[in-house]
């Protein structure tokens, strides 16, 4: 795990230098001679992958015990958070999520904790996957110098993420350390255990774990339909996912601008023979696109669910579809209609 951790560095360090020796008017040139077609392809992708991801926290939301809460407020709510994890740094959007969903009147009922638990259940559905995609991606072609060495990094992760699903799944021990806690803490504690109780229902796990690699495909087709877009080798697209998660791994800047042009610069340089230039104007689609992407469909959500979150329209007046729906049937019905 230090090797690994060192190894980003180097990379994060190696591509700093290569990223401020690119010649900026190529970069700029490629973007400009890029297929509108197959970007505007790039953005739908884009759309429907967060679409998918927004429904994959619906189930865990409604798994933890948040079921007044439908699915059409729940994407708005998503796409609001989306957004603002995009404008902020450091992860801060999801502290944003968090409020939203309490300024829900639906929320509110939840209380905060569980309302954090739920979310800790389908980051953990997600950072499973996600670990287990990079992987394999970088088993199946290890990046070439110093950032091969990153994939002992994602086994660590996929481990630790895989053993706190087992222990949230089991919920073993966690009695005995409420117990062990003040009261006021102990009760947080338990109020957040009950939002987790998805990671204990097969049905929710596997409904959120297929949401996740539905979500992860079609970002995949996004990030290829963007290499060929810019004339780049669209088969690179599972690299470069794997590499965007890498430098999600920092998330100092906003939509991890920096750290990702620092890792992509310098790999696909190396793996695909991709001209610097080249590769910084990926980057930047990839930020515009996000960026661009989540503040509309995020401008759009708070048109709509404005007036709920702030208590200025009833939720007989909001359409919120299937929010007291079966799982089962409504997660089956999701699935098919991709």
Not at 58 to 73: D, T
Not at 314 to 330: G, H, K, R, Y
């Amino acid at each position: 795990m230090v090797l690994a951790t060192l190894a980003l560095l180097a990379v994060l360090a190696l591509g700093a230098f290569g990223v401020a020796s690119v010649d900026l008017g190529e970069a700029a040139g490629s973007l400009s001679g890029a297929d509108p077609r197959l970007m505007a392809l790039a953005v739908v992708l884009f759309a429907a992958c967060q679409s998918v991801s927004g429904l994959q926290w619906w189930v865990c939301q409604r798994a933890g015990g948040i079921r007044g809460l439908g699915a059409a407020h729940t994407l708005g709510l998503h796409w609001l958070a989306r957004a603002a994890c995009e404008a902020l740094p450091a992860s801060l959007g999801e502290g944003v999520r968090v409020a939203l969903v309490r300024r829900h009147p639906h929320g509110a009922e939840a209380g905060t904790w569980r309302v954090v638990g739920a979310l800790g259940s389908y980051k953990i559905v997600d950072a499973v996957v996600g670990a287990a995609a990079v992987l394999a991606i970088f088993m199946l072609t290890p990046p070439p110098g110093p950032a091969g060495d990153v994939r002992w990094m994602a086994l660590a992760a996929l481990g630790v993420a895989a053993v706190v699903l087992v222990i949230a799944r089991r919920g073993r021990g966690s009695a005995r350390l409420r117990d062990r806690l003040p009261a006021r803490v102990g009760q947080a504690f338990a109020r957040m255990a009950e939002g987790t109780r998805g990671l204990a229902d097969p049905t929710a796990v596997r409904m959120a774990g297929l949401l996740s690699v539905v979500a992860m495909l079609l970002r995949v087709m996004s990030l290829s339909a963007l290499l060929a877009a810019l004339g780049l080798p669209a088969e690179a697209g599972a690299m470069v996912y794997a590499l965007i998660v890498v430098s999600g791994l920092l998330p100092l800047a906003p939509g991890g601008a920096g750290t990702r042009e620092a890792v992509l610069v310098p790999t696909l340089a190396l793996a695909y023979g991709v001209p610097a230039s080249s590769a910084l104007a990926l980057s930047v689609a990839i930020q515009v696109i996000a960026l661009g992407t989540t503040l509309a469909l995020g401008a759009l959500a708070f048109a709509w669910l404005g007036p709920v979150l702030a208590g200025r329209r009833t939720l007989s007046e909001s359409v919120d579809l299937v929010a007291d729906a079966p799982l089962v049937t409504v997660s089956v019905g999701t699935t098919t209609g991709q």
